[in-house]
């Protein structure tokens, strides 16, 4: 079975009838993608799933109507136009963008990155160890 997009429309009020309503359709199997326009009250739901189950599970407590059934669209990519130069970055030697790459490791995850000497009892002649 192909994948297919599901506009639906659904009477929610507020954000905690929309994570209600969402969760209610979010168990039924084979949803790839949901999302939710509250401004449009409409629920976007694509994957291998019947458009009626969906609306079954919402009609137990909202308002739902479908609006369109159709397949999934892929995403177009933009294709550079011939007339603009490609802006690349310079490229970075391996070492300095490994060193910055760690540089930013230790900013983000200080206690992870700092390193401890450990000292045997037996090599320290101050220590006391009783055996």
């Known amino acids: 079975m192909a994948e297919k997009k599901i506009?639906?429309?659904?009477?929610?009020?507020?954000?905690?009838?929309?994570?209600?309503?969402?969760?209610a359709v979010s168990v039924l199997p084979g949803i790839n993608y949901m999302s939710m326009d509250m401004k449009?009250?409409?629920m976007t739901v694509i994957g291998t799933i019947d458009p009626v189950k969906v609306v079954e599970k919402l009609r137990k407590r909202w308002n739902a109507h479908i609006i369109t059934i159709g397949p999934k669209?892929?995403?177009?990519?933009?294709?550079?136009k011939k007339g603009?130069?490609?802006?690349?970055?310079?490229?970075?030697?391996?070492?300095e963008h490994l060193a910055e790459l760690v540089?930013?490791?230790r900013a983000y995850n200080p206690h992870l990155t700092t390193h401890y000497t450990v000292i045997s009892k037996e090599e320290d002649p101050n220590s006391?160890?009783?055996?």
Do not use: F, G, H, N
């Open 84 to 95: 603009d130069p490609k802006k690349e970055e310079p490229k970075k030697d391996s070492a």
């Open 7 to 23: 506009v639906v429309t659904v009477d929610v009020a507020d954000d905690d009838e929309k994570r209600k309503a969402m969760m």
């Open 128 to 131: 006391c160890v009783i055996c």
């Open 40 to 42: 449009e009250k409409k």
């Open 73 to 80: 669209e892929e995403p177009k990519k933009a294709e550079p």
């Open 103 to 105: 540089k930013l490791y």
